[in-house]
């Protein structure tokens, strides 16, 4: 049973830049890796960022490339999403996700964490 929370989301203005926080707490077998995703108001849920466990082998958006950077720190169980230069295309709920090794897909996910960047 695994449980994600991620905090430090909140109102930014443009330009400006926040991290991300997602705390793990539980146990899985073994994981693979984790992820950041974010869902815009009326758009699908999209992937952002992700990193694997083991290996460290990190992926990002094409649009956060040069932004954003995913980290992780294994004693805290806890990943990270820094995000500079921030725009109102930005905002949105961001969650954090988890892969266990074998599987394909997300299975575990966070509440997460409102990110709004105004003008």
């Known amino acids: 049973q695994v449980q994600l929370a991620e905090s430090g989301g909140g109102l930014v203005q443009s330009g400006g830049s926040l991290r991300l926080s997602c705390e793990v707490s539980g146990r899985t077998y073994e994981r693979y890796g984790m992820a950041w995703f974010r869902q815009a108001p009326g758009k699908e849920r999209e992937f952002v960022a992700s990193?694997?466990?083991?290996?460290?082998?990190?992926y990002y958006k094409d649009s956060v490339k040069g932004r954003a950077s995913i980290s992780k720190d294994n004693a805290k169980d806890t990943v990270y999403l820094q995000i500079d230069s921030l725009t109102p295309e930005d905002t949105a709920v961001y969650y954090c996700a988890e892969m266990e090794l074998g599987r394909t897909s997300y299975e575990y996910w966070g509440q997460g964490t409102q990110v709004t960047v105004s003008s």
């Open positions: 990193i694997s466990w083991k290996e460290g082998r990190i």
